[in-house]
Structure formats: C-alpha cells, structure tokens
C-alpha cells in the first residue's frame, strides 16, 4: 500500500534552517509529481511546493520563494525540502502528499520555529 513518512522537523530560532524528508513506498515514485504541503494552528492547509516527475520543474508558494528548496530522489524514492530563513509564520505541520483519487498524505512533520 502506499505510504509516505515525513522526518526532519522540529524546533529552530528564527533564521535558521531544517531539511524535510518524505519517504515513499508502495508504489512507482518515479511516475508521479510529488508536493509540500503545511497547515499552521487554525489555517487551512496550503501548498507549499511542488516538483515534477524528473525533477525538472518546480514551483513554490510566494512565501517562501527564496528561502525553500525542493528536491527528489527517484532511486531512493524520496522527496525533500530544503528550508533556510525560518520565521515564525512558517511554524506548521508539513506533509508529503502524492497525488491521486483521493491524493495520498503522509502522518506530517512539526515545524516549530521560535527564540
């Protein structure tokens, strides 16, 4: 069955930086667009970021256009999130999500950032 695992979260000041990973099994990654999604307390879920099957092609929410990176592995079927110069508005829960009907999710990962 399909499963995606997010790590990489946690606690950080502001300014500093954390890397997301996703972990996918369960089905062929290479054939599917993957996405970063985030949910602060109280806010409806938005898209953060999102790359293409080979990699090639990304596109990110304007917030955080500059600041975060993402990035895939095919071989080893995971999918990242590089985030540097973290503010406080970018503390959330940040899922993995692969589309789909309905689209899959991961459990989410707790970004906190805060001095």
């Known amino acids: 069955q399909v499963q995606l695992v997010e790590s990489g979260g946690g606690l950080v000041q502001p300014g500093g930086s954390l890397r997301l990973s996703c972990a996918a099994s369960g089905f062929t990654f290479s054939r599917y667009g993957m996405s970063w999604y985030r949910q602060a307390p109280g806010k409806e879920r938005e898209l953060v970021a999102t790359?293409?099957?080979?990699?090639?092609?990304?596109n990110y929410v304007d917030s955080v256009k500059g600041r975060f990176t993402i990035s895939r592995n095919n071989g080893k079927n995971t999918v990242d999130l590089e985030m540097t110069s973290l503010k406080p508005e970018d503390t959330a829960v940040y899922y993995c999500?692969?589309?789909?009907?309905?689209?899959?999710w991961g459990q989410g990962t707790q970004v906190t950032v805060s001095s």
């Open positions: 790359i293409s099957i080979t990699g090639d092609s990304t």
């Open positions: 999500r692969r589309p789909g009907i309905p689209p899959y």
